[in-house]
C-alpha cells in the first residue's frame, strides 16, 4: 500500500501569507486521471473486481507455495504467482489512493469521510485474502526459494524476496496477522482518522479572523510581532482545550503500538519502524548521538545569534521563525515559483526538469489553501500504473517555494523508481528523502548564487540555517519525544500534562536557552501529525538532509558522472540496501563519522552569518 511523503510538520508551521489576488491562478489536481468520481462505475467495478480475484488468488496458491517451491519449474511457477500479486497489489492501491486523496481534499466534508471509511473497510478485506501470501513465502525451505529466485524468471523478484525474509523473525501466525490486519480499521485506523478529522476543524480566532490550524500557524512568520505572539497564544489555547483528545489519541496508539511490538518480539520502541526503513538501529543511533552533541554549536549558537540580530538576549518561542529584521518580505507568486523551481532542476539535468516540469502541465498538483484540505503538503506516489500527486498548502512565501522544490523531488523520485513495480518501487524513508532534501538544496544554491543584495543574501542563509534546524535539530529532537513517551507508555497512561511536560523536557535540550518557552507552548506536540501517522518517522528527515549535504559536497567536487551515479540510485527504488546505493559516491552511513559532514556543512552556514552582522 502506498503513503505519502511529508514535510517535516515543523517546517510546515512556518508557511507564509501573501494576498490571494498576488498569488495568480493555483492549479488543482485532477483526480480523474485515476477515476472519474466517487460514484464512477469505474471505480464501484475495480473494487468488485479486486475482491474477486483476490479470492480467486487465495484460492489458487494458498497453502501450495511450498509444492510450487519443490518443482522443476519452481522459479517460472512462484514467478507467475508474484506478477499476479503485484498485480492486485497496484489495483487495489490504486483504489486505496484514489480514496485517500479525495479525503484530503477535505478531511471536514462528511460525503468524502464516509467514501474513505467504506473504502478503507472493502481494501482492508480484500488485502486480507491477500495476507497468506508473503507469509507463506517467508516459510518456503530457505535452500528451495534460494535456488528458484536464483533463476529467471524469478530473479527479477529477488531484491523483493530478500526484503520480504526481514520480516519473517517478527512474523505472526496466518489467523493472528489476518486479525490484527482486519481490527486496524477499528484500532489505529480509526484514531488517525479521528486525529485528522479534529485538527482540521479546529478554529483559531486571530485578529478577528477564524483561522484553520495552517492559517495561523503562517501567522508565526508574520513580520509583526503582535501578530506572531497572538497566533501563538491563540494555538495554545486551542490545543489546551482538546488535550483531552489528543492525550487520549496518542495514549491508545502508543499502547497499540506496544501490544504489536510485544507480539512479534521487537525490542526497542523504534525497531519496527528501524525495520520498514531498512536500516540498523547502530546507524539511527549514531545519527542521534551526533545530532545531540550538536545542539550547542548548531541550534544553540545560531539562536543566540538570532536573538541578537532582534537586539535581545533571548526570543519567544513565536519569534523561533521570524522574518528577520529590516528585510522585505514579499509574496511570490505561482509562475515565479514554478519557473524558479524547473530552472534549478533543469540547471543540474534536463531530464529532472522535464519529469517534474509534467506534474504542472498535467494536473498532478493540488496548491490553494481550502477549508478542510490537509494541513501541510506532501507527495504521494499512488501506484506504478498512475502517477504521483503533490498536495501543497501555497501560500507565497520562500518556505513555500522550498516546499514545492521539496516535494518535486519526491515526485521525481516516485516517478523514476515507477519502473520498479508496485513490490519494488516503494523506497524506505530513510532515502526517500534524499530526493526532496536534494531537489531544495538544488533550488537554495541557485537563488543564493543569484542575490547580489548583502541583506537579502543574509536574509537566504538563515532562513535556510532555520530550515536545515527544523529538518535536522528539531526532527530528532521530535524522535527523542516519541522515545520518552512511548518508553513511559509501556509504565502505564500518561496524563496529558505528563506528554507536556516530555515535550518541554526535549524541546528546552534541543532549542536552548536563547528560546524562552513560555506558557501554551507546552501543548504543541499535539498537532505534529507524525506522531500519529508514522512513529518514528522523523528520524529519516535528519538521515536524508545529512545524506543529501553529503552528496551534494561529491556533487560540488565531482567533474563528471554524478548525475548518471544520481539517477541511478533515485531509479533503483526499493531494490538496494542504502550502503550499495551510496557506494559509488564513497558514502557510507554505518561510519559514525558520516554524520558529522552534514552537520559541518550547516556550522558553516552558521559560521557564514556570523561573519556578515
Known amino acids: 500500500m502506498t503513503r505519502p511523503f511529508d514535510r517535516p510538520a515543523i517546517a510546515r508551521a512556518a508557511h507564509g501569507g501573501g494576498a490571494a489576488e498576488a498569488l495568480g491562478a493555483l492549479p488543482e489536481w485532477d483526480l480523474t486521471h485515476l477515476y472519474p468520481a466517487m460514484d464512477s462505475p469505474v471505480f464501484t467495478a475495480d473494487v468488485e473486481r479486486a475482491a474477486v480475484e483476490a479470492r480467486r488468488f487465495a484460492e489458487l496458491y494458498r497453502g501450495k507455495l511450498s509444492a510450487l517451491a519443490a518443482r522443476e519449474d519452481a522459479s517460472a511457477a512462484l514467478a507467475e504467482?508474484?506478477?499476479?500479486?503485484?498485480?492486485?497489489?497496484?489495483?487495489?492501491?490504486?483504489?486505496?489512493?484514489?480514496?485517500?486523496?479525495?479525503y484530503?481534499?477535505?478531511?471536514?466534508?462528511?460525503?468524502?469521510?464516509?467514501?474513505?471509511?467504506?473504502?478503507?473497510?472493502?481494501?482492508t478485506a480484500i488485502s486480507t485474502e491477500l495476507l497468506f501470501f508473503g507469509l507463506e513465502l517467508n516459510r518456503i525451505d530457505e535452500a528451495l526459494l534460494a535456488k528458484a529466485a536464483a533463476q529467471a524468471p524469478l530473479s527479477h523478484f529477488k531484491p523483493w524476496l530478500e526484503d520480504l525474509a526481514k520480516d519473517k523473525p517478527?512474523?505472526?501466525?496466518?489467523?493472528?496477522?489476518?486479525?490484527?490486519?482486519?481490527?486496524?480499521v477499528t484500532g489505529h485506523g480509526a484514531w488517525n482518522r479521528l486525529f485528522d478529522e479534529t485538527i482540521a476543524s479546529l478554529r483559531f480566532k486571530v485578529g478577528g479572523d477564524d483561522l484553520t490550524l495552517e492559517l495561523t500557524l503562517n501567522r508565526l512568520q508574520?513580520?509583526?510581532?503582535?501578530?506572531?505572539?497572538?497566533?501563538?497564544?491563540?494555538?495554545?489555547?486551542?490545543?489546551r482545550q482538546h488535550l483531552r483528545t489528543f492525550g487520549l489519541i496518542t495514549n491508545t496508539l502508543a499502547k497499540d503500538k506496544e501490544i504489536s511490538d510485544r507480539w512479534r518480539k521487537f525490542e526497542d520502541v523504534a525497531d519496527s519502524r528501524h525495520l520498514a526503513n531498512r536500516v540498523e538501529r547502530e546507524v539511527v543511533d549514531a545519527l542521534v548521538a551526533a545530532v545531540r552533541e550538536a545542539y550547542p554549536r548548531l541550534s544553540h549558537r545560531y539562536y543566540k545569534l538570532k536573538a541578537r540580530w532582534f537586539g535581545q538576549e533571548a526570543l519567544d518561542y513565536w519569534d523561533r521563525n521570524a522574518p528577520l529584521p529590516k528585510v522585505e518580505q514579499r509574496t511570490i507568486p505561482w509562475a515565479e515559483a514554478r519557473d524558479t523551481v524547473l530552472s534549478a532542476y533543469g540547471d543540474f539535468s534536463a531530464d529532472m526538469a522535464g519529469i517534474a516540469r509534467r506534474f504542472f502541465d498535467e494536473s498532478w498538483i493540488d496548491a490553494p489553501v481550502r477549508p478542510g484540505k490537509a494541513p501541510g503538503?506532501?507527495?504521494?506516489?499512488?501506484?506504478?500504473?498512475?502517477?504521483?500527486?503533490?498536495?501543497?498548502?501555497?501560500?507565497?512565501?520562500?518556505?513555500?517555494?522550498?516546499?514545492?522544490?521539496?516535494?518535486?523531488?519526491?515526485?521525481?523520485?516516485?516517478?523514476l523508481a515507477g519502473p520498479n513495480g508496485a513490490l519494488m518501487a516503494p523506497t524506505p524513508l530513510t532515502l526517500a528523502e534524499t530526493a526532496s532534501v536534494f531537489g531544495e538544496m538544488l533550488t537554495f544554491r541557485k537563488l543564493l548564487d543569484e542575490t547580489r543584495d548583502q541583506r537579502q543574501r543574509k536574509a537566504m542563509l538563515a532562513a535556510k540555517v532555520e530550515d536545515m534546524i527544523n529538518t535536522v535539530v528539531r526532527q530528532i529532537a521530535f524522535y527523542s519525544f516519541e522515545r520518552k513517551v512511548h518508553e513511559a507508555r509501556r509504565?502505564?497512561?500518561?496524563?496529558?500534562?505528563?506528554?507536556?511536560?516530555?515535550?518541554?523536557?526535549?524541546?528546552?535540550?534541543?532549542?536552548?536557552?536563547?528560546?524562552?518557552?513560555?506558557?501554551?507552548?507546552?501543548?504543541?506536540?499535539?498537532?505534529?501529525?507524525?506522531?500519529?501517522?508514522?512513529?518514528?518517522?522523523?528520524?529519516a528527515y535528519a538521515f536524508g538532509d545529512c545524506l543529501v549535504n553529503s552528496l551534494y559536497g561529491v556533487y560540488q567536487n565531482s567533474a563528471s558522472g554524478f548525475q548518471e551515479r544520481y539517477f541511478a540510485l533515485l531509479s533503483a527504488g526499493g531494490t538496494k540496501h542504502h550502503?550499495?546505493?551510496?557506494?559509488?559516491?564513497?558514502?557510507?552511513?554505518?561510519?559514525?563519522?558520516?554524520?558529522?559532514?552534514?552537520?559541518?556543512?550547516?556550522?558553516?552556514?552558521?559560521?557564514?552569518?556570523?561573519?556578515?552582522?
Not at 504467482?81 to 479525495?102: F, N, Q
Not at 517478527?170 to 486496524?184: A, P, T, V
Not at 550499495?580 to 558553516?604: N, S, T, V, Y
Request: hydrophobic share 40%; with cysteine; glycine share 10%.
Open 579 to 613: 550502503s550499495e546505493l551510496l557506494k559509488p559516491f564513497g558514502l557510507d552511513a554505518r561510519d559514525p563519522a558520516f554524520w558529522q559532514i552534514g552537520l559541518r556543512m550547516i556550522e558553516g552556514l552558521i559560521i557564514e552569518l556570523e561573519g556578515m552582522e
Open 222 to 239: 508574520d513580520a509583526d510581532g503582535a501578530v506572531r505572539k497572538e497566533a501563538a497564544e491563540v494555538l495554545g489555547t486551542v490545543f
Open 377 to 415: 503538503a506532501f507527495a504521494h506516489p499512488t501506484v506504478p500504473s498512475a502517477h504521483p500527486y503533490v498536495l501543497l498548502n501555497y501560500q507565497g512565501k520562500p518556505r513555500d517555494v522550498m516546499t514545492l522544490a521539496h516535494e518535486l523531488g519526491h515526485g521525481v523520485h516516485q516517478v
Open 170 to 184: 517478527h512474523q505472526l501466525e496466518d489467523r493472528i496477522e489476518e486479525l490484527f490486519h482486519e481490527k486496524s
Open 491 to 539: 509504565q502505564g497512561e500518561l496524563t496529558a500534562e505528563n506528554l507536556c511536560d516530555l515535550w518541554l523536557s526535549v524541546q528546552s535540550e534541543s532549542l536552548g536557552p536563547a528560546i524562552r518557552l513560555g506558557p501554551g507552548y507546552e501543548t504543541f506536540w499535539a498537532y505534529i501529525p507524525h506522531f500519529i501517522h508514522s512513529p518514528f518517522y522523523v528520524y
Open 104 to 123: 484530503s481534499g477535505d478531511t471536514t466534508d462528511p460525503q468524502r469521510a464516509k467514501f474513505y471509511g467504506d473504502t478503507q473497510d472493502k481494501v
Open 81 to 102: 504467482a508474484v506478477r499476479a500479486y503485484e498485480g492486485l497489489e497496484d489495483l487495489v492501491g490504486k483504489i486505496m489512493s484514489y480514496a485517500g486523496l479525495v
